[in-house]
């Protein structure tokens, strides 16, 4: 529901109750009012397109003086918008789309704003990877907020992607490193202590023995993915592919596109490593 008409009947559930779920934009009109009449139709639509972000609630003032006297409304058309069961701003007289738009946006949230709370919650029910790409978009629309860099790097730790966590926490000022970056950072430390399985310190040992061999590159990226270390493991197998594009009949071809295509997508991490691989494909 966008818009309603205000009785006494309604006024406390759907003006001031209603203001502490959602700002409700409260329009006192008349009849006899003829920039009522201009102002209504905006405010409806705008009610509309901003589909359901506020309501609209419009109290006719003849017929509702006992509302309009609380309000203390003086003059036609007279307008409010009330948070949280206060008046928070408001106008009097016929107003430009333009400037109800302005008086609207610095009080209701921005589009990123409510994307966070969605991701938020995706964090809270432990699906990071739905909730990555959702934060990293949010991240930069929000002019890279330090907080969410902060859960950004949260996410990434959760899937593993160490090296990218490190990434996203390096670009937080050292002002902003509040308790949540310090948790965040103390949570990669230890993953870093607890990631290395016996298999993947071997390997590293002979990789760094024999720096050339493919087939220790290989093994090594596939005891990387195996451990949920996607971008160390994409690196290697790139490699891998720059040495021999058709390396082991196509298994480290397959393998960089099974991993790319278990991202998803619209991951930024999928993105880079299927521009790199088309670079070497063409």
């Not at 609630?57 to 918008?81: C, G, H, K, W, Y």
């Not at 992607?161 to 950072?185: F, H, I, M």
């Not at 993947?200 to 290989?218: F, G, V």
């Amino acid at each position: 529901m966008n818009v309603i008409d205000i009785t006494l009947d309604n006024a406390q559930q759907y003006v001031i109750d209603e203001s502490f779920k959602r700002p409700v934009l409260v329009d006192f009109w008349a009849d006899w009012c003829g920039p009522c009449k201009t102002l209504m139709p905006l405010l409806e639509k705008l009610a509309d397109e901003y589909s359901g972000e506020f309501l609209l609630a419009r109290i006719n003032a003849d017929e509702q003086q006992m509302l309009a006297s609380q309000f203390q409304v003086r003059s036609l058309p007279t307008v409010m918008l009330i948070k949280d069961g206060q008046p928070l701003d408001g106008f009097t007289g016929a107003q430009s789309e333009v400037q109800v738009r302005q008086m609207l946006e610095q009080h209701l949230p921005k589009a990123w704003e409510r994307d966070l709370q969605q991701a938020q919650a995706m964090l809270e029910a432990g699906q990071y990877g739905e909730a990555l790409p959702v934060l990293q978009r949010v991240y930069e629309e929000s002019g890279r907020n330090p907080q969410i860099a902060c859960m950004v790097a949260h996410a990434q730790v959760e899937l593993n992607r160490l090296e990218e966590a490190e990434t996203t926490l390096s670009n937080v000022k050292l002002a902003d490193q509040d308790t949540l970056y310090e948790q965040v950072k103390a949570k990669i430390e230890l993953k870093k202590q607890a990631a290395k399985t016996p298999e993947i310190e071997s390997l590293e040992q002979a990789l760094e023995a024999d720096p050339d061999n493919l087939e220790t590159r290989y093994k090594l990226a596939v005891q990387y993915n195996q451990e949920g270390y996607q971008k160390p493991a994409l690196e290697l197998l790139i490699e891998v592919l720059r040495k021999d594009l058709g390396y082991a009949d196509g298994a480290a071809r397959k393998t960089l596109t099974d991993i790319i295509a278990a991202l998803g997508k619209g991951d930024p991490l999928a993105i880079e490593y299927q521009r790199k691989l088309f670079t070497l494909l063409y």
